[in-house]
């Protein structure tokens, strides 16, 4: 894939007030035929083929359609928002790396994730349960935002979750559409679960490694590379790193301390009221009955699991 010089790009800080005049004329035209909604974080989405975008990330879109064209060996690396991103972009790298880099010298040391890992035509895709990735996507706005949020913003968040109108959604939308692709293509598409890693993350790296197509030898394996890579890209591991406690994205402006927060499965029930639980519940149920993916949304593994599989046990 043809490398694209980036470094005289200037930084568009994500949740400051947008100057649409800077957009091109192309997208300003865009933005005149599209429906629109007011968002909990007082930003416009901008409804395009399906789904919501900021006018930024609109923007992006049509410059990634014009101009990209896919290679047989890409990777893509593919999350709705506050799903483990960077956490992903970690491993991958650390895998795909390993040999050239040793882990001792990784540059995961010193730089975050996102400066690192860049579209590599298969696609590694992770999602999250859409309660506690809700949650975390609020505080996430709310660390880079000039001026806090309304505490009420959360539950109009929700509300807008559940009426299928949020940036980058709606969310049953994109997760279920790569589910379904992951079952027709197994070979182009692995499908990640946040707290499957969460809970046990050894077979998984196993997984991803060979999907990449470089597996782990059996030397490897019994040196403990992957526990290795495994200890290098923990979320804890991550946050406390000095370019991950005061840095800040080249492009967006976001402090890269913000992308790290308490990693709970589960914490959503902490914020959320009963109402609106039972709302939720009902919701995702609805959502994915008949598609076999369910969510885990408490760390009590064997008790809470909704979806598909919770109808057929």
């Known amino acids: 894939m043809e490398h694209i010089e980036t470094s005289s790009v200037t930084p568009t800080p994500l949740f400051e007030e947008l100057d649409v005049n800077k957009l091109s004329n192309e997208c300003q035209q865009l933005l005149q035929t599209l429906p629109r909604e007011k968002w909990w974080d007082g930003c416009y989405l901008y409804l395009y083929h399906g789904f919501w975008f900021r006018p930024q990330a609109l923007q992006g879109i049509l410059l990634f359609q014009k101009h990209f064209q896919a290679e047989e060996d890409d990777v893509f690396i593919i999350t709705v928002p506050k799903s483990g991103t960077t956490w992903l972009k970690a491993l991958t790298f650390a895998i795909t790396n390993r040999k050239d880099c040793p ?8 730089s975050n994730p996102h400066q690192l890992v860049y579209s590599m035509c298969r696609i590694v895709y ?21 001026e806090p949020l309304k505490q009420d913003s959360l539950e109009a968040g929700l509300e807008m979750m559940c009426r299928e109108v949020e940036g980058y959604g709606p969310f049953w939308r994109h997760v279920l559409g790569y589910w379904k692709l992951s079952k027709e293509r197994p070979g182009k598409v692995l499908f990640l679960k946040y707290e499957d890693l969460k809970e046990d993350i050894i077979p998984h790296l196993k997984s991803l490694a060979e999907f990449l197509g470089i597996s782990f030898s059996e030397e490897e394996e019994r040196q403990g590379m992957m526990e290795e890579i495994a200890k290098l890209c923990s979320l ?9 406690v005061n840095g800040k994205h080249k492009f967006v402006g976001i402090k890269n301390s913000s992308l790290f927060r308490k990693r709970e499965v589960g914490g959503w029930v902490n914020n959320v009221n009963p109402s609106m639980v ?9 959502k994915l009955s008949g598609s076999g993916l369910s969510f885990k949304m408490s760390c009590n593994y064997t008790k809470t699991k909704l979806g598909d599989n919770q109808a057929s046990t």
């Open 126 to 146: 992770m999602c999250r349960n859409p309660v506690d990735r809700f949650i975390s996507l609020w505080h996430f706005v709310n660390l880079n935002r000039p």
């Open 236 to 244: 804890d591991s991550l946050r406390n790193r000095e370019v991950n």
């Open 103 to 110: 882990l001792p010298q990784s540059p995961l040391l010193t």
């Open 278 to 286: 039972e709302k939720i519940e009902n919701l995702i149920e609805e």
